[in-house]
């Protein structure tokens, strides 16, 4: 027997999905929300199943919903697979796609990554999990996020690392700070400074330099912490005092308060690069993005540097 809908209505079921809401999700499709409700009624008169519970205030999916969805979303992107090349519908292209990315790479790299994709791709949705290292490799791992990028730690079996720069740490200070004139500056000069500002530990980067530098003691505790570099980062453009900070977080050379210097003795590198599912094909859309993340790697020489274990 013919099972009658048809590819609008499974991308009217996603929208559903995705927003959780019908008005929320017509809206995102470009229909009225009765329109909507019509795909979706009809979706379900041809699987003779119910999709959605639907209340006054909430809509859900059902037990049959929720193991229909992630069938529905192969069929939409094995669509969308079939009509990578051909160059015509390239510019149209309806999809999303989601990355997952550490904060200290999502600040600076990645807007000019999702700008470009823009252009490109106007109607394909970015959606951008910014997250420590390790909720990264989670939404990896679960489905949740199409690719992740960040810096290369333990990984699941079930996932693959592919590098894309050696990012090394510098200080991150204002430019009328005594410091900002030195052509590098050393840790242990470093940890003698009074106004230390860290990132904690639970953070990826703390553990690495915590690992890097072990022999190299500072010579009192930092005067703040935060979670995140790029709130690091902030504090230290307020004037609260300096940081170590990867120079893929740093604002191009350009920039009227911050500015970087090496940090030397030893030089600390962090591994940067894509974590994808080992195994699984990526949606034409994700691997767009992937083609542009790997074009645009090209960063401040600073950035560029040996490779190096830590």
């Keep these: 027997m013919a099972i009658n809908f048809d590819l609008n209505d499974l991308q009217a079921f996603r929208a559903v999905v995705e927003k959780g809401s019908f008005g929320k999700a017509a809206e995102a499709i470009h229909i009225s929300q009765p329109a909507l409700s019509r795909r979706i009624e009809k979706l379900e008169d041809a699987l003779g199943v119910k999709l959605f519970e639907r209340t006054t205030r909430r809509v859900s999916l059902t037990m ?39 904060p200290s790479a999502a600040y600076y790299f990645m807007p000019r990554v999702v700008a470009r994709y823009h252009q490109l791709y106007p109607k394909i949705r970015v959606r951008v999990l910014d997250a420590s290292a390790h909720d990264v490799h ?32 510098v200080l991150a200070c204002r ?17 003698e400074h009074d106004y230390i500002i860290a990132v904690d530990k639970t953070s990826g980067n703390r553990f690495l330099l915590d690992q890097a530098l072990i022999h190299i003691k500072p010579a009192r505790p930092s005067v703040c912490e935060t979670r995140h570099v790029v709130t690091m980062l902030g504090l230290v453009e307020a004037g609260l005092g300096i940081a170590a900070a990867p120079a893929m977080a740093m604002p191009t050379a350009g920039h009227p308060i911050l500015m970087s210097v090496p940090l030397t003795a030893p030089q600390v590198i962090r591994s940067v690069g894509l974590i994808k599912r080992r195994g699984r094909t990526l949606t034409p859309a994700a691997l767009e993005l992937e083609r542009l993340i790997v074009e645009m790697k090209a960063l401040p020489p600073s950035v560029q540097g040996p490779t190096a274990v830590h």
Excluded: K
């Design 64 to 102: 049959v919903g929720r193991a229909f969805a992630p069938r529905a979303e192969r069929l939409l992107d094995d669509l969308d697979d079939a009509l990578l090349g051909i160059s015509d519908v390239a510019s149209t292209r309806l999809g999303h796609v989601t990355i997952a990315c550490v």
């Design 138 to 169: 989670d939404a990896v791992v679960s489905g949740e996020a199409d690719l992740g990028l960040s810096f290369m730690g333990n990984l699941d079996v079930g996932l693959e690392f592919e590098l894309l720069v050696q990012d090394t740490y």
């Design 175 to 191: 430019r009328d700070h005594a410091l900002a004139s030195r052509e590098a500056v050393t840790w242990s000069e470093f940890f």
